[in-house]
Antibody
Framework: QLLESGGGLVQPGGSLRLSCTASGLTFYYYGLSWIRQAPGKGLEWVAVVSGDSDDTYYADSVKGRVTISRDNSKNTVFLQMSSVRVEDTAVYYC????????????????WGQGTVVTVGS | DIQMTQSPSTLSAYVGDSVTISCRASQTITTWLAWYQQKPGEAPKLLIYRASSLESGVPSRFSGSGSGTEFTLTITSLQPDDFATYYCQQSKSYPLTFGGGTKVEIK
């Protein structure tokens, strides 16, 4: 399973680090993504990191403001968010890519329950 | 970026009906398409990958078809548990993109 944490209320321009800890899978083999959902809206892919951390990709809406990383020794993936905006308010899901060792053709077969990030004063 | 367009945005149906949801890509994605089901307050659940491959544990009343830019998700004999919102997602290239969603409601 995947378990997210780190969400909360943050002021515009502030920073936040989200964490997602995995259990029950061979963590190193799989790419992991963060996907968010603003209140009442659809799904928006945010970022992905490969199993060995060599490859990362970001959505244009967050590029330069967020960094995805992972610690395979702790089975944890992170999303460091900075210069947050009101429009970053969302439930943030961590999700595992179905295919081992590949970032291409990514379908997500395991999701966490989500952590809520609210940007406001 | 590849844009994904779903239709309809809302669909009303009876239990037992067969329903079809469409998803169109702004450029060819061959068969790099997935479908998800999401219920209120829950995380999405993978139903279909590679356009037509059924994820393990997903009932066979769900099926996907299409290639290139046009795709469909069909649910035959709609069950009460199937009333939810459905999303398509392209995995041809980054950034990954989702369709806007289709809410299936009880008529």
């Amino acid at each position: 399973q995947l378990l997210e944490s780190g969400g909360g209320l943050v002021q515009p321009g502030g920073s936040l680090r989200l964490s997602c800890t995995a259990s029950g899978l061979t963590f190193y083999y799989y790419g992991l993504s963060w996907i968010r959902q603003a209140p009442g809206k659809g799904l928006e892919w945010v970022a992905v990191v490969s199993g060995d951390s060599d490859d990362t990709y970001y959505a244009d809406s967050v590029k330069g403001r967020v960094t995805i990383s992972r610690d395979n020794s702790k089975n944890t993936v992170f999303l460091q968010m900075s210069s947050v905006r009101v429009e970053d308010t969302a439930v943030y899901y961590c999700a595992k890519i179905r295919r081992m060792m590949l970032l291409s053709g990514a379908a997500f077969d395991l999701w966490g329950q989500g952590t809520v990030v609210t940007v406001g004063s | 970026d590849i844009q994904m367009t779903q239709s309809p945005s809302t669909l009303s149906a009876y239990v037992g009906d067969s329903v079809t949801i469409s998803c169109r890509a702004s450029q060819t994605i061959t068969t790099w398409l997935a479908w998800y089901q999401q219920k209120p307050g829950e995380a999405p659940k993978l139903l279909i990958y590679r356009a037509s491959s059924l994820e393990s544990g997903v009932p066979s009343r769900f099926s996907g078809s299409g290639s290139g830019t046009e795709f469909t998700l069909t649910i035959t004999s709609l069950q009460p548990d199937d009333f939810a919102t459905y999303y398509c997602q392209q995995s041809k290239s980054y950034p990954l993109t989702f369709g806007g969603g289709t809410k299936v409601e009880i008529k």
